[in-house]
């Protein structure tokens, strides 16, 4: 379970964030919602045409949003960037005007707290509460991970989850049979909403995070998920390469499918062959097995 720990004073500190409005070209879309969490965006949302990402209220702030324009200036002249000062509590309930239910497949719904979950017949019901977006289900790159998890996971399986964010990823895997999940992140704000997320899905045991960047780790695994974005995810990649057992399985999502090529040549120095891969708009995923 999460322990309690020094990270409750870090979320509790900062209870103001910036939320920014941003209208680009759509074929420099995902490209600026990269750029944007790589700044260190805890949240995205898509409105129409336009997205929406927030960054904590701190000393740094002015340097990011110079960044941030300066970039999305260069993709396209006509971007236009607009900027609102959002209480913490405000931000979550302004969650609920898009985040809906998510099926997964007929077996598998994510649902938002709000929702009544004998209203729906899925078997597998994984509750989340939206808090500074840090997976809901909603975006392509986590639907993948999702879809692959549930065709790919055996009984008891051990699995390792990497940049668990809300710990959506985890809590299906157990929810689908897994017997252990070692959770690891490195934000300390997503600690509360991962304690919200267990206590929702009723999950008592079974789910052990860390939040560090040098996490101990319980090898080798069975199965292992890792959905982050290219900027983030190349560097922390090759760390993990040998933390899954000879038979086991890989699922790499979070990226781009500009981005094939480049991730075909850094997982050519893994002991993983990718078997399947799987796509959902501009964005790819990959199953590999362990050699």
Known sequence: MVAECWWNYLIEAISQWISVDINIAKVHKEVAMDFSLALGGTAIVEIDESFQVSYPLDDNIQQTLDELKTLLNELDPESSVSENVVDRENWNKNWQAYFKPVEISQQLIILPEWENPAEFSHQV???IRPAMAFGTGTHETTKLCLKILEECIHAKDRV???????GILGISALHLGAAQIDAIENDP????????NLELNKIQSGFNLQIS???ILNEPYDLMLINIIRAKLFPLLPNFFN?????GQVIVSGLLISEDEET???????PWNIIK????????AYLCLVE
């Not at 704000?189 to 919200?196: G, K, M, Q």
């Not at 075909?264 to 893994?270: K, Q, S």
């Open 125 to 127: 019901k994984t509750r």
């Open 160 to 166: 390792l989850d990497i940049g668990t964010g809300s």
């Open 189 to 196: 704000l997503t600690a509360e909403n991962i304690r919200d």
């Open 213 to 215: 960047d040098q996490p």
């Open 243 to 247: 933390s899954i057992r000879p038979g």
């Open 264 to 270: 075909r040549d850094l997982l050519t120095d893994a």
């Open 277 to 284: 891969t799987y796509t959902d708009n501009e964005w790819i």
